[in-house]
């Protein structure tokens, strides 16, 4: 697990974009695994802004989101479908129907996952998967508790993490979803490489955890550290609470360029 420790959260994104648009230079099909809500933003805004300056084209790529609220209408604006599709898909020239993500409204929730991982494994599965981590650890929506081994299904949300998310919700805790359909850990844990990002002190227990605590279905993110390939890219606040951060510092400085990410 590589740990690189930035100025700001404009700057972890530039590098988690800087990391796609280099997958896209050598693989313009590849497949990218996609998260919602705040951390990736300045991924997103810096790959639109490279997209916009020609730098960029997303035309032969495929995109898989990591979960979604069930039950809420198709037209709220808070699906994750809706979401991931505002943030970043209709800002570049990414084919509407090549980003897929989990059904909330399927009929039959099992067989809906169960065709989620076949469509995944299809299209020859995740070259780089974004993630943010949530105050509880969790990873998609793998919370607490989460198998290590678990793959695309249905979870009960925590009450930490509606609390966490009642901000898209009007700030109303009971706005926010019970349920949701998540990418598994098991899932999760097959893309090739993994850019997680995080930012703000509320993280920096969470990414503490992650990359230095015990692997344990507690702390959900932390199966990452039996993954080969995993950059997480902070802020100085979310890596407030590591404890080898002069490591890691000293680690990326010293790395030389043709190793990239
Ligand atoms: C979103 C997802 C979640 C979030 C996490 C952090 O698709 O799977 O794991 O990444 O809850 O959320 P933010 O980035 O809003 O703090």
Redesign the pocket.
Known sequence: MEIVICPDAVEAGKLGAAAIVALLKRKPDAVLGL??????LHIYDELAARYEAGEVSFAQAKGF???EYVGLPADHPET?HNVIRKDFVHRVDFDDSAVRGPDGLAADIPAFCASYEAAIAEAGGVDLQI????TVG????NEPGSSLASRTRIKTLTKQ?RV?NARFFDNDVSKVPTHCI?QGLGTIMAARHIVLVASGTNKAEAVHQLAEGAVSAMWPGTVLQHHPHVTVLLDEAAASRLQLTGYYRETYASKPDWQGL
């Open positions: 998260a919602t809500g705040s951390s990736p989101s990591l979960d994750y993630l943010g981590i949530g969790h990873i998609g929506f993490t966490d998540t």
